[in-house]
């Protein structure tokens, strides 16, 4: 099991931004999935974009594209989301989720093994 601390999570106005981070406390691969997932209270947990972090290819729900970017860090194992325009409907629980040695791209959380706590993200109108 791979720790995983996320940070970066916070209150903003509609149209503001926030940037989240993820890095996982141990890897011995070059190239690790890595994802963002988020869930609202009463809703399923939805995928929001994924990247591996040592090839290409990337992910974003279609409810993000344009105002969303994920973004591999200088190591293997961390992660940005950078998200703006966020609006009322961005607010959730965020979580991080990680497999190591993947590389291809997958919003499903099955091909995850490691998840983060949580970080939460409130968006007010």
């Known amino acids: 099991q791979v720790q995983l601390v996320e940070s970066g999570g916070g209150s903003v106005q509609a149209g503001g931004s926030l940037r989240l981070s993820c890095v996982a406390a141990?890897?011995?691969?070059?190239?690790?999935?890595m994802g963002w997932f988020r869930q609202a209270p009463g809703k399923e947990r939805e995928g929001v974009a994924a990247?591996?972090?040592?090839?290409?290819?990337?992910y974003y729900a279609d409810s993000v594209k344009g105002r969303f970017t994920i973004s591999r860090g200088n190591a293997p194992n961390r992660v940005y989301l950078q998200m703006n325009s966020l609006s009322p409907e961005d607010t959730a629980m965020y979580y991080c989720?990680?497999?190591?040695?993947?590389?291809?791209?997958?919003?499903?959380?099955?091909?995850?093994?490691?998840w983060g706590q949580g970080t939460q993200v409130t968006v007010s109108s």
């Open positions: 989720a990680f497999s190591a040695g993947r590389t291809v791209v997958s919003a499903n959380p099955r091909d995850y093994n490691n």
């Open positions: 141990a890897y011995t691969y070059s190239s690790n999935l």
């Open positions: 990247i591996v972090t040592g090839g290409v290819g990337t």
